[in-house]
């Protein structure tokens, strides 16, 4: 049950845009076209900005996307806002002989 | 509303059980799997435990297994987690969240706190 990866940090001015990145194989994102985002503020519970790798759900800005290329994932939020500042986490599953879902380490997000 | 409300936190000693509820309200709780996933104090979220929306299937992380055991009652629309022999490394926020896909979906209960220590 290996963790996904990704960058424990990025950082960018209000209005530039940052791109996160979320690194399996190819039992979990490689596999299949079900990767999540959360968006997590210090004491709330996580926020779901993107499904299915690069679908939005009600209610969340356009400035998030999302992608997928081979067994990596990313997140871009562009013209960054000092409320983006936050955790995020990816998330997939793996159901090669069982299902096990594995979520990335996160990364914090420091609008300058 | 569309919600979920946990409950049963705490603390307790190592060795110790103890039982977290999810209450669900606002959607057909029958309808869907349900999550489990917790987030030890300053650390990143891990997944726990997966059940099928009639209960049909479980999953857990290889952390818990043999230890927790995850069910529901639709007729009460509550997800639980029964945690036995706790650990200290179990230390964490507990989260309920609805599934789509497998995976944790957008809602998610705002989590109950389970301290384990003597």
């Known amino acids: 049950q290996s963790a996904l990866t990704q960058p424990a940090s990025v950082s960018g001015s209000p209005g530039q845009s940052v791109t996160i990145s979320c690194t399996g194989t190819?039992?979990?994102?490689?596999?299949?076209?079900?990767v999540s985002w959360f968006q997590q503020h210090p004491g709330k519970a996580p926020k779901l900005m993107i499904y299915?790798?690069?679908n939005r759900p009600s209610g969340v800005s356009n400035r998030f996307s999302a992608s997928k290329s081979g067994n990596t994932a990313s997140l871009t939020i562009s013209g960054l806002q000092a409320e983006d500042e936050a955790d995020y986490y990816c998330?997939?599953?793996?159901?090669?002989?069982?299902?096990?879902?594995?979520f990335g380490g996160g990364t914090k997000l420091t609008v300058l | 509303q569309v919600q979920l409300v946990e409950s049963g936190g705490g603390v307790v000693q190592p060795g110790r059980s103890l039982r977290l509820s999810c209450a669900a309200s606002?959607?057909?709780?029958?309808?869907?799997?349900m999550h489990w996933v917790r987030q030890a104090p300053g650390k990143g979220l891990k997944w726990v435990a997966i059940?099928?929306?009639?209960?049909?299937?479980?999953f857990y992380a290889d952390s818990v297994k043999g230890r927790f055991t995850i069910s529901r009652d639709n007729s009460k629309n509550t997800l639980y987690l029964q945690m036995n022999s706790l650990r200290a490394e179990d230390t964490a926020v507990y989260f309920c969240?609805?599934?789509?896909?497998?995976?944790?979906?957008?809602?998610w209960g705002q989590g109950t706190l389970v301290t384990v220590s003597s």
């Open positions: 969240a609805r599934d789509l896909d497998y995976l944790p979906n957008d809602i």
């Open positions: 606002g959607f057909t709780f029958s309808s869907y799997a």
């Open positions: 059940i099928w929306h009639d209960g049909s299937n479980k």
């Open positions: 190819s039992n979990d994102i490689g596999g299949h076209n079900y």
């Open positions: 299915a790798v690069s």
């Open positions: 998330s997939s599953y793996t159901s090669s002989n069982t299902l096990d879902v594995v």
